[in-house]
Nanobody, 115 residues
């Protein structure tokens, strides 16, 4: 049974930082590409960052230089460090993985950037 359990998130002022964590089970973590996605109010869910099994990363343009995705293969964890947060980063963040042709999501974590 694949499970993705998220932690972190919350309310932060513009310019602040947050770290999201995603604990996985039920997959051979080290072989999978992991990603973080977000859904802003009234908008579609979008890919924010992705990290493959070798540790290669890519980011959506709006977060480049501010967000960092990382993974710990020993702990089956993926992280999203978010710095210099902007109000436009507000939304529900989801970690995700594809396994055997099926997409799995974490439960979602609210991130609110507001003064």
């Amino acid at each position: 049974q694949v499970r993705l359990v998220q932690s972190g998130g919350g309310l932060v002022q513009p310019g602040g930082s947050l770290r999201l964590s995603c604990a996985t089970s039920g997959i051979t973590f080290k072989i999978h590409t992991m990603d973080w996605n977000r859904q802003a109010p009234g908008k579609q869910r979008e890919l924010v960052a992705r990290i493959d099994s070798r540790g290669s990363t890519n980011y959506t343009d709006s977060v480049k230089g501010r967000f960092t995705i990382s993974r710990d293969n020993a702990r089956n964890m993926v992280y999203l460090q978010m710095n210099n947060l902007e109000p436009e980063d507000t939304g529900v963040y989801y970690c995700g993985v594809d396994r055997a042709g099926k997409r799995y999501w974490g439960q979602g974590t609210q991130v609110t950037v507001s003064s």
